[in-house]
C-alpha cells in the first residue's frame, strides 16, 4: 500500500501562483509515476502533469509554460508549481502515483482562483 499526502492549495486571485507537494509513503518501488489530476465540478478528472521516476515528464496542454512539476526521489515527493493561474484552472487537484499496474489518490486539496 501507498500513502498520499497532499498539501498547498488554496483561494488565489487570477494572475497569481500557488504551490502543491505531495508526499508518498508505504511500500514504493524505484520505477514509479507520480503526477497531479484535477477534477472541476460537473466534469471528468483529468491529466495536469505528471513525471516518471526516470525524469520524463507530460503536461496538459492547457497547462504547458504555467505550471511544472518536479520530484524529489529521496523523499518520494511530487510538486506542482502553478503560474499565472487562471480562473478555468479552479479545481480539486488530486496527487496521483502509479507502479506495478497500481494506481494511488490522494484526498483532493482545492484550487480556486478568482477573476
Known amino acids: 500500500q501507498v500513502r498520499l499526502v497532499e498539501s498547498g492549495g488554496g483561494l488565489v486571485q487570477a494572475g497569481g501562483s500557488l504551490r502543491l507537494s505531495c508526499a508518498a509513503s508505504?511500500?514504493?518501488?524505484?520505477?514509479?509515476?507520480m503526477g497531479w489530476y484535477r477534477q472541476a465540478p460537473g466534469k471528468q478528472r483529468e491529466l495536469v502533469a505528471d513525471?516518471?521516476?526516470?525524469?520524463?515528464?507530460n503536461y496538459a496542454d492547457s497547462v504547458k509554460g504555467r505550471f511544472t512539476i518536479s520530484r524529489d526521489n529521496a523523499k518520494n515527493t511530487v510538486y506542482l508549481q502553478m503560474n499565472s493561474l487562471k480562473p478555468e484552472d479552479t479545481a480539486a487537484y488530486y496527487c496521483?502515483?502509479?507502479?506495478?499496474?497500481?494506481?494511488?489518490w490522494g484526498q483532493g486539496t482545492q484550487v480556486t482562483v478568482s477573476s
Open positions: 496521483n502515483f502509479r507502479q506495478w499496474g497500481n494506481n494511488y
Open positions: 513525471t516518471t521516476s526516470g525524469g520524463s515528464i
Open positions: 508505504g511500500s514504493i518501488f524505484r520505477l514509479n509515476v
